[in-house]
């Protein structure tokens, strides 16, 4: 590993958003990790970090390391963001206190929870259609098919044309990343879908008792403006879509790949909030998101300059072997947490225990139907500036015998 002059950070010579390494990622992970608690990027000008230490520490110093210049590689000081800012996303406290609060309390844990039944009840028909496929595709048919229905309902967006909630999730998670072409790629059908996207945000295009319905509440209430009501929406449908999608498809890898973990849970089904976290930790959807240095920081033994990106590299940092033994194993019975899918901080993750009531629901029905996930042909990735996941995956399904007795 090279040395060089960057405040005498340890120089890793990569593009972490080369084609190769985003379908890839483990050998860069572990390079990333290796080279240091902290490392300089020449390619791009930013610091990086795979250390789940380094990654959680920068997370929770909102104040030097600010996500109000954006949590991707571009630096809104310095070029405009492709989108007017997330309220809540791309700002800092104080501003991000009182936008958190009208989220947090639209997305309540009584909110959530009336949501179960529904989310069961999809889970167990989604399911049932997929024993009845000879061969699907885990990702279209499983993966993407119950947040669109179940969130989608939740947040209370019309049923027509769902599938663009998906186009628009990869736009802005793509847009985090360099002027590549999987970023170009993804904004060019912003022209159709953001337009598309504001006019579900507004008050009279949402369902009366979704979580949409719920933030516009707040704005009756005086709490935020009716146009950031609606910028809450956008951030719901932001944040919501393509990260449960992500989830569920590397769950099913995971499981697809690893049956002996499939038998270990079918065996034990009080393990599935666990098989969760040990899903988001070894297959961690959201793989990168960034902060910006407001002053040169001293830590880790290095000096990190001003005004610098830093990429949290949570991939790498969720398979830190300072935390976890034989990090590169998957294995629900580990305990898991506590890991940084859902980041850390100020800007933890405000909609994860819906996400993982999704999850959930649909890994229990999957847990009491399927005796066997086979993988069915060659599972494709997706190429994802800030998600890892899937692009398709083949599976067959196998109903447990005491169904198929039926
Ligand atoms: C947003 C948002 C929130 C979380 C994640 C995210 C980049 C976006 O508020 O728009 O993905």
Known sequence: MAMDKVDGLPVFDVDPYAEALLREPA???????ACGPLVWIPRYGVCASGHISVVEAAFRDWRRFSSAR???????????????PSIILEVDPPAHERTRRVMARALSPQAVRALQPRFEQVAARLVEEALAQRELDGVSALAAAFPLEVFGDAVGVAREERHKLLAYGHMVFDALGPDNAVRRAAL??????VPWIAARCAREALSDDGFGAAIHAAAERGEVTPHEASLLVRSLLSAGVDTTVATLANLLHCFATHPAQWQILRGAPELVMAAIDEVLRYASPVHT?????????DF???TMPADTKLL?????????AARWQD???FDIRRPSLPHVAFGSGIHVCVGQHVARQEVAALLAALVARVAR?????EAEWRLGNAVHTLARLPLKLHATEAASLR
């Open 289 to 297: 998101f960034c902060r910006t240095s407001t002053e040169a920081v």
């Open 373 to 377: 996930i086979e993988l069915a042909g």
């Open 327 to 329: 990090a590169e194993r």
């Open 312 to 320: 949290c590299v949570m991939g790498a940092a969720n398979r830190d």
């Open 300 to 302: 880790v033994g290095f």
């Open 27 to 33: 050998a860069y992970y572990q390079a990333l990790r």
């Open 188 to 193: 060019a059908e912003a022209g159709e879908i």
């Open 70 to 84: 954006g949590v991707g590689l571009a630096d809104f000081s310095r070029e405009p963001p492709w989108r007017p």
